[in-house]
Nanobody, 126 residues
Framework: VQLQASGGGLVQAGDSLSVSCAAS????????MGWFRQAPGKEREFVAV????????DYADSVRGRFTISRDNANNTLYLLMNNLKPEDTAVYYC????????????????????WGQGTQVTVSS
């Protein structure tokens, strides 16, 4: 099982950036997938999650209305489109998959997920 995140980079505040995650080794189209991020000196935090069909989505309050999670099951790829980026969005972004049943409850945590990618750095300058 492998999750390979890519697309990170250095952008300015207000810019947009899209990161993606290529999944392999399993049929991920059956499972919820998500994004977390971790800034220096801080704990990993939830960003967004999408159900296996790509219909149901949930976001952290800090990114709702600016970020959009989506997936392409035919190509086993997860995306995160980030608009109106802020310096506080600077972090390493990790993709993840939940092979156990995922319950959309308005709350998420890293313990709900089972496999993790290596992360991609997103840096937003002011």
């Amino acid at each position: 099982v492998q999750l390979q995140a890519s697309g990170g980079g250095l952008v300015q505040a207000g810019d947009s950036l899209s990161v993606s995650c290529a999944a392999s080794g399993r049929t991920f189209s059956n499972y919820a997938m998500g994004w977390f991020r971790q800034a220096p000196g801080k704990e990993r935090e939830f960003v967004a999650v999408v159900d296996w069909r790509g219909n149901r989505k949930d976001y952290a309050d800090s990114v709702r209305g600016r970020f959009t999670i989506s997936r392409d099951n035919a190509n086993n790829t997860l995306y995160l489109l980030m608009n109106n980026l802020k310096p506080e969005d600077t972090a390493v972004y990790y993709c993840t998959v939940a092979v156990r049943p995922y319950v959309f409850s308005g709350h998420s945590a890293s313990s709900f997920f089972d496999y993790w990618g290596q992360g991609t750095q997103v840096t937003v300058s002011s």
